[in-house]
């Protein structure tokens, strides 16, 4: 026997209802989805701008080091930051801001972006390096009323999706000389 009732089709009222809660259903995760994603960029980005900046204040730490077994070793008077004080023909990093490359050994009032090296090193050197969006400078500030301590700030900034952001860590200094 035949089946003799009509058939009966979505109208398109029901098929717009039916599109709008699958979009629905989809655009939630999704969004979620680049949310996570921009989250997760941002503290990447941020997690190495912390690390060259703490680079910074270990490089500046081992100069006053390097210093300091100097004198030991020679009996020579040095002064505990030199190399970043204007002794010896260096960079005075008291005056004004400087830039140091741990990798080259170097303290410079170029500021520029650090590049990335085949090595996968942070440099101030531009051959054979990819340039990055970091920018590392150097501060010492005289600690009031002391000879012996200085104030170090170094300032990691970079600038993503049009936003200019910064780690700046701050740390004392002091002459064990």
Not at 1 to 7: G, Q
Not at 65 to 72: E, I, K
Not at 74 to 96: E, H, K, Q, Y
Not at 112 to 129: D, E, I, K, M
Request: with cysteine; hydrophobic share 40%; net charge positive.
């Amino acid at each position: 026997m035949m089946n003799t009732t009509p058939m009966r089709g979505f109208t398109l009222v029901e098929t717009l209802v039916a599109i709008t809660v699958v979009v629905t259903a989809m655009v939630g995760p999704l969004y979620a989805v680049q949310q996570s994603l921009n989250a997760s960029r941002t503290a990447r980005e941020q997690l190495i701008a912390s690390s060259l900046a703490q680079e910074g204040v270990e490089y500046v730490r081992a100069i006053r080091d390097s210093n300091y077994l100097y004198v030991l070793r020679t009996s020579s008077p040095r002064s505990w930051l030199f190399g970043l004080d204007g002794t010896g023909g260096s960079v005075n990093c008291i005056t004004a801001t400087c830039v140091i490359d741990p990798t080259q050994n170097t303290v410079s009032r170029s500021i520029g972006p650090l590049y990335l090296s085949t090595t996968n090193l942070y440099t101030q050197v531009a051959v054979v390096s990819t340039p990055t969006k970091y920018t590392r400078t150097v501060l010492l500030t005289p600690v009031s009323g002391s000879a012996t301590e200085m104030t170090l700030t170094v300032i990691v900034t970079w600038t993503t999706k049009n936003q200019t952001r910064n780690v700046t860590i701050t740390e004392r200094l002091h002459n064990w000389l």
